[in-house]
Structure formats: C-alpha cells, structure tokens
C-alpha cells in the first residue's frame, strides 16, 4: 500500500475580466453568467451539477447536465447528495454547543471522556481542541480502509462499528505530536461523534437533529446510518473508474460522524448562515471555532482550519465553509464571513482525476463557477488577484495517482 498523503486540490483564480457585470436588480447575482458557468461542469466531464447561490436575500438555484449515466434525467437543483465531510461543520457545531452549556471543555484531554477507547498518552495528550481542528496527530483510518476498488465494493454492503474505526485509526503511525500542526484525519471526528454521545446520553445523529436540523428546518437534511438509500429526489453517484455503475445505494456506516450526512445545497446555505451570524453559538465560542491553524505551511496565510470549518482567502475576501468527498458524490460549500455571498454546489463523479498530474478540465470549470458565484466583478475589480495564492485546500478532494484515499 502506499504511503498515504494530504490531498490538495485548487481553486482557479479568475480575473475579474472573467464575471460579467451583475445584474442590479438581482442583488448582485448575474443568473445568465452564473447557469453559463454552472453548464460549464458537465459539458467539461460531469454528468451533473447542482448549486445554490445566496447574495443577502437573492437566491439561485439551478442545476445542469444528467441525475443518471443511464437513463436520461436532467440534474434538478432540489436533488439530495451526499456531502461527506461537510458533516464534520454539524459535528462540529454540536460540540460547541455542549461548550456553551458547560457540559465539556475545548482542552479536555479526550481520555478523560473516552478512557477505554483513548487510554494512555493519546488520551492524556489530546484535546477536544485538537480533534475538531485536525491536529491531533492520530491516524486517519480511511487511508487504511481504502486501499482498493475491492475495498470500495466491500464498504457499499458493510456496517461499521464507530469504535473499529476508530482503533484501525489509533493504530496508524501518529502524523505528529498533538497540538503541532495540521493533519486532516476523519478518525478526529468519529472520535467527536462519540464524545457528543458520551456526554449527552444520546446517538449523535439525534442531537445534531435536535439542536440544528429541526431549529432551522432543513427538511432535506439527514444522516441515513445504515441505510443505503438517499430518500427523496437524488441523481446517481458514480466512480470514475466504475464507468456507469450507479453507487448512490451505499452503506454510509464507514463514514459516521465523520461524512455520512445527506443534504440540499439550498440546506447547506441555511445552515452556514445560521452559524456563521451567530444564531447557533455564543459570539465567544463561535470566535473559537473560527480561529483556525495553517492548513498549507509553505502558504500559512492562503487557508486556515478551525474546529469543523476552513478559511479560503479569494479575489473578494475571505470565505468560510467545507468540502465533501465520497464515492461517487463530491460537494463544496463557502460562505462570505457574514453569510451574505454564499454557494453551495454538488457534481455527481468521483475519482476521475486519479493519474493525472495536471487539473482535471471538470476542476477548471467548477472552481471557475465557484469563483464566479462568490466574487461579483465589482468586489474583484476592487482588489488585486494577484496577491491571492494560485493554490487553495480542498481538504477531502480525490486523490491523483495515490494508491489511498483520503475520505470522506
């Protein structure tokens, strides 16, 4: 097997030439530019694209391409997807919430909550903290899970006990001593699920129902455990090397607390600006969450990883949210620090830029419609792109020619 690495994928700059003027009366979203450049995505290789475009109280919504390799459907804007690590922002919320009640603390070493599981020096060593901002230094498991399309064909039909995964993680080789830098690692956050149930009394997918899906009835919003079906209007999910093999049915167990939800873009923007204004922490906790450490050290400034979310710096300022990759399904979703400019956006392919040393032209196009749905041409034309790093994080994207994969 090989060596597992960070993977990290870019976001085009585009001039600000590239955007047309907005059209006013939209509140600043240019429609005909953005369903241009949404089209763009599949005509570069995906079936389908889905997106969401808030701008204050203007909204967007619009898909393009197919829901399905075989069988003619058209991409609908309202379809569910699976979001894979944009999970890890509820679980992440959840857990300070359970701050802002006095219920735990940030730099609680997660042995004192979890001993049996985390016992000895780890347990003693890491923190809350250190979980939900990735610098724990403990395994990511899924890098040895997945080590080969028979892999994949097996987690479709298997259920996962969070606890296995979790030890299959601890057993890796540490990344490096807790607290010393970032390491993405989804074993943090199954370890976060099973904090919220050990404190709470309750399943984590419960609790994140209780206190965020319901409160902002994000009615498309789930987490399916077990259930390999995404209920409710959805497209197929496709693995590039799989060919037309619809893997939408799959068991999410592998994934847990740490990328098993379900989602609508329109849920994701509802979500984001909940959080981000304030309505689901306290202003001190939620300060917490965004204080974020270096995600790219050659580029410390270029992006920043908080407790569940991320800061990408763009042509228009700095934006806020996560990315999300399973089989077959890959999401992004990034809002302006007040939650005014937001997109949410969904492709329904996977994996197909493994063995490719260059940007896959599906790459180009969706950053060029993210870019596009962020940064009006009046913001860019105000700031200098190039002062804005060529390379963003994507902290979950496929890999390119790696043997293992870093998931969700």
Same mark, same amino acid.
């Given at each position: 097997?090989?060596?597992?690495?960070?993977?990290?994928?870019?976001?085009?700059?585009?001039?600000?030439?590239?955007?047309?003027?907005?059209?006013?009366?939209?509140?600043?979203?240019?429609?005909?530019?953005?369903?241009?450049?949404?089209?763009?995505?599949?005509?570069?290789?995906?079936?389908?694209?889905?997106?969401?475009?808030?701008?204050?109280?203007?909204?967007?919504?619009?898909?393009?391409?197919?829901?399905?390799?075989?069988?003619?459907?058209?991409?609908? =804007?309202?379809?569910?997807?699976?979001?894979?690590?944009?999970?890890?922002?509820?679980?992440?919320?959840?857990?300070?919430?359970?701050?802002?009640? $006095?219920?735990?603390?940030?730099?609680? =070493?997660?042995?004192?909550?979890?001993? %049996?599981?985390?016992?000895?020096? =780890?347990?003693?060593?890491?923190?809350?903290?250190?979980?939900?901002?990735?610098?724990?230094?403990?395994?990511?498991?899924?890098?040895?899970?997945?080590?080969?399309?028979?892999?994949?064909?097996?987690?479709?039909?298997?259920?996962?006990?969070?606890?296995?995964?979790? @030890?299959?993680?601890?057993? *890796?080789?540490?990344?490096?001593?807790?607290?010393?830098?970032?390491?993405?690692?989804?074993?943090?956050?199954?370890? @976060?699920?099973?904090?919220?149930?050990?404190?709470?009394?309750?399943?984590?997918?419960?609790?994140?129902?209780?206190?965020?899906?319901?409160?902002?009835?994000?009615?498309?919003?789930?987490?399916?455990?077990?259930?390999?079906?995404?209920?409710?209007?959805?497209?197929?999910?496709?693995?590039?090397?799989?060919?037309?093999?619809?893997?939408?049915?799959?068991? *999410? !167990?592998?994934?847990?607390?740490?990328?098993?939800?379900?989602?609508?873009?329109?849920?994701?923007?509802?979500?984001?600006?909940?959080?981000?204004?304030? %309505?689901?922490?306290?202003?001190?906790?939620?300060? &917490?969450?965004?204080?974020? #450490?270096?995600?790219?050290?050659?580029?410390?400034?270029?992006?920043?990883?908080?407790? $569940?979310?991320? !800061?990408?710096?763009?042509?228009?300022?700095?934006?806020?949210?996560?990315?999300?990759?399973?089989?077959?399904?890959?999401?992004?979703?990034?809002?302006?620090?007040?939650?005014?400019?937001?997109?949410?956006?969904?492709?329904?392919?996977?994996?197909?830029?493994?063995?490719?040393?260059?940007?896959?032209?599906?790459?180009?196009?969706?950053?060029?419609?993210?870019?596009?749905?962020?940064?009006?041409?009046?913001?860019?034309?105000?700031?200098?792109?190039?002062? #804005?790093?060529?390379?963003?994080?994507?902290?979950?994207?496929?890999?390119?020619? &790696?043997?293992?994969?870093?998931? =969700?």
């Amino acid at each position: 097997m090989a060596t597992s690495v960070t993977l990290v994928a870019t976001i085009a700059v585009v001039p600000a030439s590239a955007a047309a003027q907005p059209d006013a009366s939209a509140g600043g979203l240019d429609r005909a530019e953005l369903r241009a450049a949404l089209a763009a995505v599949p005509e570069a290789g995906a079936p389908g694209a889905l997106a969401a475009v808030r701008d204050g109280r203007h909204e967007w919504r619009d898909a393009a391409g197919q829901a399905f390799l075989t069988k003619p459907q058209p991409m609908k =804007p309202e379809m569910r997807h699976r979001i894979g690590s944009i999970t890890k922002t509820f679980i992440a919320t959840t857990v300070l919430q359970l701050v802002d009640e $006095g219920r735990l603390g940030l730099d609680d =070493p997660i042995g004192t909550w979890l001993p %049996d599981l985390v016992p000895g020096e =780890p347990g003693a060593q890491v923190t809350v903290r250190m979980l939900l901002n990735h610098t724990s230094g403990i395994g990511n498991y899924t890098n040895a899970m997945i080590d080969s399309y028979a892999a994949i064909n097996r987690m479709q039909v298997t259920t996962y006990a969070p606890a296995d995964l979790v @030890a299959m993680g601890l057993a *890796m080789p540490p990344t490096n001593a807790p607290g010393a830098r970032f390491s993405y690692s989804n074993t943090n956050y199954l370890l @976060a699920g099973l904090l919220i149930e050990k404190v709470t009394g309750n399943g984590a997918a419960a609790e994140v129902q209780r206190r965020i899906l319901r409160p902002l009835k994000l009615t498309g919003t789930s987490f399916p455990g077990t259930d390999p079906t995404i209920r409710g209007p959805h497209g197929g999910a496709y693995f590039a090397s799989f060919g037309a093999r619809d893997l939408s049915e799959f068991n *999410m !167990s592998w994934a847990w607390t740490a990328g098993e939800m379900i989602s609508t873009t329109a849920d994701l923007n509802t979500f984001f600006r909940a959080l981000l204004r304030g %309505d689901l922490l306290s202003q001190a906790t939620l300060d &917490e969450m965004l204080d974020v #450490v270096p995600m790219l050290p050659d580029l410390p400034e270029a992006a920043g990883y908080g407790l $569940g979310i991320y !800061s990408l710096r763009t042509p228009c300022g700095e934006f806020w949210g996560h990315d999300g990759a399973v089989i077959g399904h890959l999401t992004y979703s990034l809002h302006s620090r007040d939650g005014t400019r937001q997109v949410s956006s969904g492709i329904n392919l996977s994996h197909y830029q493994i063995g490719l040393p260059d940007p896959h032209p599906i790459d180009i196009a969706w950053q060029t419609f993210l870019l596009t749905a962020m940064c009006p041409t009046s913001e860019t034309n105000s700031r200098s792109a190039e002062a #804005v790093p060529q390379q963003l994080p994507s902290v979950t994207r496929m890999p390119g020619n &790696e043997a293992t994969v870093t998931l =969700p």
